[in-house]
Antibody
């Protein structure tokens, strides 16, 4: 049974870089059937896709965040990461990592999600 | 950028049918997916590619997609169906709808 778990600081200062890791158990980020993604949800608001990555390292980013986002796959093959630079209070949100349905298709929906981790941007 | 519009809220009587719409330009040409999210939890995929149910999702959940509107239908609504529901498509990236809060009366 595949499981995802986000980890990282719960508090980040404005203008700094938010860094989160998603640990994958029960499968591997090198599985060619899946894409791995990050989605966030500000308190009381809707879902916003941040970006996705394939095991080859190919990435797709939300155009509104692209200039500040880097998603990478860890060398251990059981982790992938998110870095969001120059954060402001508007980046305060619950951050989810997720896996796509297995069709080797970046347009596939996310069928497996982590529980989410709250990140607050504040000095 | 592509926009998906959903009603803010939908109410349904216990045991009746709820329909949640998702409006987008020529959305019928896209694959629409639907998620259910309960408070404090991660979203759960309930419909993918317009009409397909993942394993474990009750048959009471169904989807359709035509013209400029996709619809998620919840038949025989139960108290446990109370949640926020989001539609999603791919258009130069993953796009989520605005979300609909479903209340079961």
């Amino acid at each position: 049974q595949l499981q995802l778990q986000e980890s990282g600081p719960g508090l980040v200062k404005p203008s700094e870089t938010l860094s989160l890791t998603c640990s994958v158990s029960g499968d591997s980020t090198s599985n060619s059937y899946y894409y791995w993604g990050w989605i966030r949800q500000p308190p009381g608001k809707g879902l916003e896709w941040i970006g996705s990555i394939y095991y080859t390292g190919s990435t797709y980013y939300n155009p509104s965040l692209e200039s500040r986002v880097t998603i990478s796959v860890g060398t251990s093959k059981d982790q992938f990461s998110l870095a969001l630079s120059f954060v402001t209070a508007a980046d305060t949100a619950v951050y989810f990592c997720a896996k796509t349905l297995g069709y080797s298709d970046y347009t596939s929906p996310f069928d497996n999600w982590g529980q989410g981790t709250m990140v607050t941007v504040s000095s | 950028s592509y926009e998906l519009t959903q009603p803010l809220s939908v109410s349904v009587a216990l045991g009746q049918t709820a329909r949640i719409t998702c409006g987008g330009s020529n959305i019928a040409t896209k694959n629409v997916h639907w998620y259910q999210q309960k408070p404090g939890q991660a979203p759960v995929l309930v419909i993918y590619r317009d009409v397909n149910r993942p394993s474990g999702i009750p048959e009471r959940f169904s989807g359709s997609n035509s013209g400029n509107t996709a619809t998620l239908t919840i038949s025989r609504a139960q108290a446990g169906d109370e949640a926020d529901y989001y539609c999603q498509v791919w258009d130069s990236g993953t796009v989520f709808g605005t979300g609909t809060k479903v209340t079961v009366l």
